[in-house]
T-cell receptor
Framework: GAVVSQHPSRVICKSGTSVKIECRSL??????MFWYRQFPKKSLMLMAT?????????EQGVEKDKFLINHASLTLSTLTVTSAHPEDSSFYIC???????????FGPGTRLTVL | GQNIDQPTEMTATEGAIVQINCTYQ??????LFWYQQHAGEAPTFLSY??LDGLEEKGRFSSFLSRSKGYSYLLLKELQMKDSASYLC??????????WGAGTKLIIKP
């Protein structure tokens, strides 16, 4: 199957700093990328959907000025958590979908801990 | 509203068979997915059903009935490594995945 990478896999930062997470599709062109967050023992929650070259569509309740998403190319999307606070600590997962079928390929996830 | 229901937790014995059910109510339907997720890791794809019937893939099979809004994931010859959460997700009319809360499967020797 297709491969999606995420970087970093784990990050610890101080409250008030910004953190950037990269999501790359390594062997296919991702026309659509999705960003999810997952709290312990909870389901995945979709944060936003981004299509290459256009603005991301955020889910209700997700602050677009806090979670900046950029999908500048068909193989790269970034999520920047601005002015992070402890309540932003979570597992952030990206997924990517090509234009051939409906399957989403998931990155390995990034565990963010805000102190 | 959109809703995916699956049991919170199930326990089974190594070598046995277990069936994890999923019922859904969504705005539109473009397929149902099953994912496996080990603790602390991202989900990995198991199966995709868009037509009614049974899809078999090795020890895992997935069944779909669109008229009943129902699917199940069948795991045979259970191994200890199958201990994980199993997530049911439906792709709605906007091609977005609606996720169930996941079923934690505990395998006992």
């Amino acid at each position: 199957g297709a491969v999606v990478s995420q970087h970093p896999s784990r990050v610890i930062c101080k409250s008030g700093t910004s953190v950037k997470i990269e999501c790359r599709s390594l062997d296919f062109q991702a026309t659509t990328m999705f960003w999810y967050r997952q709290f312990p023992k909870k389901s995945l929650m979709l944060m936003a959907t981004s299509n290459e070259g256009s603005k991301a569509t955020y889910e209700q309740g997700v602050e677009k000025d806090k979670f900046l998403i950029n999908h500048a190319s068909l193989t790269l999307s970034t999520l920047t958590v601005t002015s992070a606070h402890p309540e932003d600590s979570s597992f952030y997962i990206c997924s990517a979908r090509g234009d051939r079928d409906n399957e989403q390929f998931f990155g390995p996830g990034t565990r963010l801990t805000v102190l | 509203g959109q809703n995916i229901d699956q049991p919170t937790e199930m326990t089974a014995t190594e070598g046995a068979i277990v069936q994890i059910n999923c019922t859904y109510q969504t705005s539109g339907f473009n397929g149902l997915f099953w994912y496996q997720q080990h603790a602390g890791e991202a989900p990995t794809f198991l199966s995709y059903n868009v037509l009614d019937g049974l899809e078999e893939k090795g020890r895992f099979s997935s069944f779909l009935s669109r008229s009943k809004g129902y699917s199940y994931l069948l795991l045979k010859e259970l191994q200890m490594k199958d201990s994980a959460s199993y997530l049911c997700a439906v792709m709605d009319s906007n091609y977005q995945l609606i996720w169930g809360a996941g079923t934690k499967l505990i395998i006992k020797p």
